[in-house]
């Protein structure tokens, strides 16, 4: 299967990863892409508080029956 890449690199020298790379799917969704954007941010160091003001709250994925058990 070919992917595409969603690609960060530093400008300059630093103690920091100097380059993220995700290997995305083609037929990504706008919702799994902007997934994968605040995950890139995440990476990066910003702030839950920051990312989720910017990106709003994310929604929960999956059943929510299982999340339940998982979480209760």
């Keep these: 299967m070919a992917y595409d890449k969603l690609v960060y690199e530093r400008g300059e020298k630093s103690k920091e990863a100097q380059r993220i790379e995700f290997q ?3 037929d990504l969704t706008i919702k ?3 997934r994968t954007c605040r995950r ?4 990066l160091g910003y702030s839950s508080s920051t990312i989720e003001e910017h990106f ?3 929604t929960e994925v999956g059943n929510k029956q299982q999340l339940k ?4």
């Design 24 to 26: 995305i799917q083609r």
């Design 56 to 58: 709003g709250k994310e």
């Design 69 to 72: 058990l998982l979480f209760d």
């Design 40 to 43: 890139m941010a995440h990476a």
């Design 32 to 34: 799994e892409f902007k």
